[in-house]
């Protein structure tokens, strides 16, 4: 299978009043057969209960395919205790998910896309916060531009010294055989997609770093 072309794939979206009991049923397939023992599915129950002031599910379906959920991601607004907002507002996309056999393919993409046309240009938002212990997912992240927080992948285990946490994330984020690994424990690595270069450039002032940058390759022009 080639990569999808966007006329393949539809991206829908859906507010806190929108999730049905049916397509929280397509999610909890979703998230069940993406990763052992993921609580991603218990924790997008919490949400919906909470009803955080914004939130924003994007659902990617293919075309033809119109009870299978391909990939899910939620934008919301979600503070946590382990983050440093440095006055930004806490808006994160989480809950993200890409069926294992549809990986690869653009989905994960267009998700993101969709994500940040919707913040950057309808919410107005600066940044974009994220965390994960996926190695997949932050591979993308990292490809779509985010930029990682090196103190959190200095840190991520307390056994290692900081330089050799930083070379097993090189490794694990550049090597294919790892993309379906998971870190086993720890808030996960902190990332977050900028609105633009002067955002980026504040964030790249307090430690943030392209994927690029951590591969060592030199810094790009772009956020």
């Given at each position: 299978m080639k ?8 991206v ?13 049923g397509?999610l909890?397939?979703l998230?069940a057969?993406?990763y ?6 218990r924790?997008?129950?919490e949400?919906?209960?909470?009803g ?9 379906r293919r075309?033809g395919?119109?009870d299978e ?8 607004l979600?503070?946590?205790s382990?983050?440093?907002y440095?006055?930004?507002e806490p808006?994160?996309g ?8 549809l990986r690869g ?12 046309r919707?913040?950057f240009?309808?919410?107005?938002a600066r940044?974009i916060f994220?965390?994960s212990?996926e190695?997949?997912?932050?591979a993308?992240?990292g490809?779509e531009g ?6 959190s ?14 070379d097993f994330?090189?490794?694990?984020i550049?090597?294919p055989?790892?993309?379906s690994?998971?870190f086993?424990v720890g808030?996960?690595?902190?990332f977050a ?5 002067e955002i ?7 430690g ?6 951590l ?7 772009q956020?």
């Amino acid at each position: 299978m080639k990569a999808l072309h966007d006329s393949e794939i539809e991206v829908e979206r859906l507010s806190l009043g929108e999730v049905s009991t049916e397509i929280l049923g397509q999610l909890e397939r979703l998230y069940a057969d993406a990763y052992r023992g993921s609580r991603m599915y218990r924790s997008l129950l919490e949400d919906v209960e909470e009803g955080p002031g914004i939130f924003k599910l994007f659902l990617a379906r293919r075309i033809g395919y119109p009870d299978e959920v391909a990939g899910a991601r939620v934008i919301e607004l979600k503070p946590h205790s382990f983050i440093e907002y440095r006055g930004y507002e806490p808006l994160h996309g989480k809950r993200f998910c890409v069926s294992p056999p549809l990986r690869g393919f653009g989905i994960g993409r267009a998700l993101i896309a969709e994500g940040s046309r919707y913040s950057f240009q309808e919410l107005e938002a600066r940044a974009i916060f994220g965390e994960s212990n996926e190695i997949g997912a932050l591979a993308l992240a990292g490809r779509e531009g985010a930029l990682f927080l090196v103190e959190s992948i200095e840190n991520r285990s307390a056994r290692n010294f900081p330089r050799e946490n930083a070379d097993f994330f090189r490794e694990f984020i550049i090597n294919p055989k790892f993309r379906s690994y998971r870190f086993p424990v720890g808030d996960g690595v902190q990332f977050a997609y900028c609105r633009d270069a002067e955002i980026a450039a504040d964030f790249r002032a307090h430690g943030h770093r392209s994927m690029r940058e951590l591969l060592g390759v030199n810094p790009e022009k772009q956020p």
